[in-house]
């Protein structure tokens, strides 16, 4: 486990234990005998023929980690070895997937196939007694996806808790995302621009944008003000004063998800608001724990960060009032984040129980992600930050709430953009473990 790619053969069966335990409670209560899941195929672009980069089904590489065999299908029945029907073409045109090898191969029963529609003959004929699951693009036949609404639910209620197997995954994603946020902070500090240090991640990474879990985010001075800034200038500016950058890494179809906020040399109130910005995000993180309302600490977030706007004369109000009065969202108008693991927004972050429904969020809080109780095995991000937004600033501007901003101080602060620092943090039944903080500190 102290080597970047761990020894995964005992986690991994481990892993697949419990996923055979949670299909057989689904498929029981919901009174099916197999589960079908779908690897999903390519969606292919308006009048064209090129497709999109292939995206497999979350719940197919919950199983496996496989990731790149479009028109592949697992079929599991109660009682017996999982079986992988795997469709390696005969292809000329695009690189075949590779015969499956690997930790995990021995748990499966593997056939192989060349078309497409050679898997129906090795899916079970009465399909009524199938929950599958899948995009409808994934039907062979008469195999069409029915995703049951009872099945998906208890499946997603479950992977909110990660097995240890999936914990080793996030850790190495830790790793990896670490790894090029250094290579992404030097190339700021070398005067790269937007473009330059996306390229720099990515080879720190060693993963092209499509292996990545999302979009970098890849933010200089006032760009840091749009939250999913993806444009990537391609020339520096002609001042340097921030960069914010929101870049992760994939690791067998396990996503790691990290936000830092760098100031440039001689931004030293920048720096000063930074640093109490991270002060204020490691007590967050320290909070996840069993027992937490998400919600709660979410609000609990809005405070400290108003806290930090009056202490650093950006508001002449109080906190508490700021937040009671919604002044707070203007500069933090996003939610404290979110769970994440197959899926960088992972499921079933409002969902009230293994037979669905849903958990409103707070009043007022339009944009928070997950709105549950912290348990052990969940692994949520936190990621509070301060932006000076000029389309937020201007709606501001005209309300009474207007006279209790020092606007001369935001509007110095506006070249900066904003702030946002984000860590991956699993609850344990003690104390909390940060993937993201203990990734930094390894060298």
């Not at 499509?210 to 890849?218: D, E």
């Not at 609990?300 to 700021?322: N, P, Q, T, W």
Request: aromatic content about 10%; some cysteine.
């Amino acid at each position: 486990m102290d080597t970047l790619h761990p020894d995964l053969n005992l986690l991994y069966a481990q892993h697949l234990d419990a996923l055979c335990a949670r299909a057989d409670a689904a498929l029981q209560r919901e009174g099916f005998d197999h589960l079908l899941i779908a690897a999903g195929q390519p969606h292919y672009q308006f009048l064209d023929d090129r497709d999109y980069p292939f995206c497999v089904n979350p719940h197919f590489k919950h199983w496996l980690p496989v990731t790149q065999a479009p028109g592949s299908w697992l079929l599991y029945t109660p009682g017996r070895k999982p079986c992988l029907v795997y469709l390696q073409p005969h292809d000329y045109w695009h690189v075949v997937p590779a015969a499956p090898a690997g930790y995990w191969v021995e748990h499966f029963d593997i056939q192989i196939i060349r078309e497409p529609a050679q898997a129906r003959a090795h899916l079970p004929r009465d399909l009524s007694r199938c929950a599958i699951l899948g995009e409808a693009n994934a039907a062979i036949d008469d195999a069409a996806p029915n995703n049951p609404s009872g099945v998906l639910d208890y499946l997603h209620w479950q992977r909110s808790y990660k097995t240890d197997y999936e914990l080793a995954l996030m850790r190495v994603a830790s790793r990896l995302g670490a790894r090029a946020h250094r290579a992404a902070e030097a190339a700021f500090h070398a005067g790269a621009s937007e473009f330059e240090i996306h390229m720099a991640y990515l080879a720190a990474a060693r993963q092209t944008d499509n292996q990545l879990p999302y979009g970098n985010i890849i933010a200089l001075n006032e760009h840091g003000a749009v939250l999913h800034y993806t444009d990537l200038a391609h020339a520096p500016p002609a001042q340097r004063h921030s960069f914010l950058i929101d870049a992760g890494a994939s690791f067998h179809g396990y996503a790691s998800d990290i936000t830092r906020t760098h100031a440039a040399a001689g931004a030293a109130e920048f720096k000063d608001l930074i640093d109490a910005v991270d002060a204020a995000q490691t007590g967050f993180c320290a909070k996840v724990r069993s027992g937490q309302s998400y919600p709660e600490l979410h609000l609990h977030a809005h405070h400290v960060l108003a806290g930090i706007l009056k202490d650093h004369g950006f508001i002449r109000m109080s906190a508490e009032s700021a937040v009671e009065s919604g002044l707070s969202s203007t500069f933090f108008p996003h939610g404290l984040g979110h769970p994440i693991g197959l899926q960088v927004h992972d499921v079933a972050g409002f969902q009230a129980s293994d037979s669905g429904g849903t958990i409103p969020r707070p009043p007022g809080h339009p944009y928070l992600r997950m709105t549950r109780v912290l348990e052990p095995g969940m692994v949520v991000t936190i990621e509070p930050g301060l932006y000076f937004i000029d389309l937020l600033l201007a709606r501001l501007k005209d309300k009474p709430l207007a006279r209790e901003v020092r606007w001369e101080h935001v509007d110095a602060f506006r070249r900066f953009g904003g702030i946002r620092i984000e860590d991956d943090v699993v609850c344990t039944r003690d104390t909390p473990e940060n993937l993201t903080r203990d990734a930094f500190a390894r060298p």
